[in-house]
């Protein structure tokens, strides 16, 4: 979101926790639709609840989904517990939500945490920031206990919002970051390592499984992999740094001819990015070669146009038309292929939902390493 895994996958089902996650869209800001999700929200009204099989330990929490996009799972903070929707996101390190400290009038209208009700909770006098592709937040560092599902991460380290753009309106209430370590801004241990260091977990290692066309059935794993959610082997990749979730690509193609990434470049696997981001003179040359001149297409001739393959430690992964094309409530189709608005200095592609919803893939912090399957 930033814009910016275990030798041997072995006994997984030791110790696996699914979190559901659940496909929102990112509202737009007109007065009709605000009302139109105000209207969703009280006539779907649900709770948190815990659903689990007899004998299981693969815990699962209900979906809700609210329509396309962005994914969110549920989690809660403080004693009693208050209840979040969160984006989990591969691309930052920091769980933050927002507060009832948030200083903007706005701020209101998200789900917020009320510190003064958590027995407990600890504050501190840090402050933190993060600053997005599309937004920024300010706040204050402070402690409390988290749950994922069954998970519990006694004195985490979190951030409370303070003050915020592009977020509001959003539905969701906080990021929850899952990259390394050594890129908290917080200052604090991340909550996976929390978990891990606490023994909550089994195992370092934590799986996405993004659906594409059904409106449920999205879960992250934490602490190992079912291999119900993907066919074949799983291809494994190193991290070519660890802090984020980068790893070199060998090339970018459309019908066997190299359209970007030439001599390889290096791509960044990100939960919290909807689309897949490329630099703007490629995206530009992407999207002509795949024969579309503007940013929408009819939804009709979506079944005319190529597969994109991004090629990955020598093994293609094709993004099929009706994978990086996406309908919107309008009715057309949108190319889920855009440039990053984060220019650097050298070509750096992001793969996110659009490529993750076509892939099942596994974090390996013990190894350093993704999976895609």
């Given at each position: 979101m930033k814009w910016?895994?275990?030798?041997?996958?072995?006994?997984?089902?030791?110790?696996?926790?699914?979190?559901?996650?659940?496909?929102?869209?990112?509202?737009?800001?007109?007065?009709?639709?605000?009302?139109?999700m105000n209207n969703f929200l009280k006539e779907h009204a649900y709770s948190l609840y815990l659903t689990s099989s007899p004998g299981s330990n693969i815990t699962t929490y209900p979906l809700r989904n609210i329509q396309d996009i962005i994914y969110v799972?549920?989690?809660?903070?403080?004693?009693?517990p208050q209840k979040f929707q969160v984006v989990f996101d591969t691309g930052s390190s920091d769980l933050w939500v927002h507060s009832v400290l948030c200083s903007r009038r706005r701020c209101s209208s998200q789900g917020l945490f009320r510190h003064r009700e958590s027995s407990t909770f600890r504050a501190t006098r840090r402050r933190f920031g993060i600053v997005y592709g599309r937004g920024r937040m300010n706040g204050i560092v402070v402690h409390d206990t988290v749950r994922i599902g069954d998970l519990v991460s006694t004195n985490q380290a979190f951030g409370l919002s303070m003050e915020h753009s592009w977020f509001e309106g959003k539905p969701f209430d906080g990021v929850l970051g899952l990259s390394y370590p050594n890129k908290s801004l917080t200052g604090g241990i991340p909550i996976f390592d929390n978990l891990k260091n606490q023994g909550a977990i089994s195992e370092p290692v934590f799986a996405f499984y993004l659906s594409k066309s059904k409106l449920e059935g999205s879960v992250v794993l934490f602490g190992g992999v079912d291999k119900s959610y993907y066919q074949g082997a799983l291809n494994w990749v190193p991290v070519t740094q660890a802090g984020y979730w980068h790893v070199h690509m060998d090339r970018v193609s459309i019908n066997s001819r190299v359209i970007a990434c030439n001599g390889g470049c290096e791509a960044f696997v990100d939960t919290g990015t909807s689309l897949i981001l490329g630099p703007r003179r490629l995206i530009n040359n992407t999207l002509t070669l795949i024969g579309v001149t503007e940013r929408c297409v009819s939804c009709a001739t979506v079944n005319t146009l190529p597969s994109v393959d991004f090629t990955i430690n020598g093994i293609n992964y094709p993004v099929p038309?009706?994978?990086y094309a996406i309908k919107d409530s309008s009715g057309n189709?949108?190319?889920?292929?855009?440039?990053?608005?984060v220019n650097r200095s050298t070509e750096n592609w992001i793969l996110g939902d659009v490529f993750l919803r076509q892939y099942f893939s596994v974090f390996d912090r013990g190894n350093d390493r993704i999976g895609l399957a």
């Open positions: 910016l895994v275990l030798l041997g996958l072995v006994v997984f089902s030791e110790c696996i926790v699914k979190i559901p996650l659940t496909r929102v869209n990112i509202m737009r800001k007109t007065r009709s639709e605000k009302n139109m799972g549920n989690i809660t903070i403080g004693t009693p038309a009706q994978a189709c949108y190319i889920g292929i855009r440039e990053n608005p």
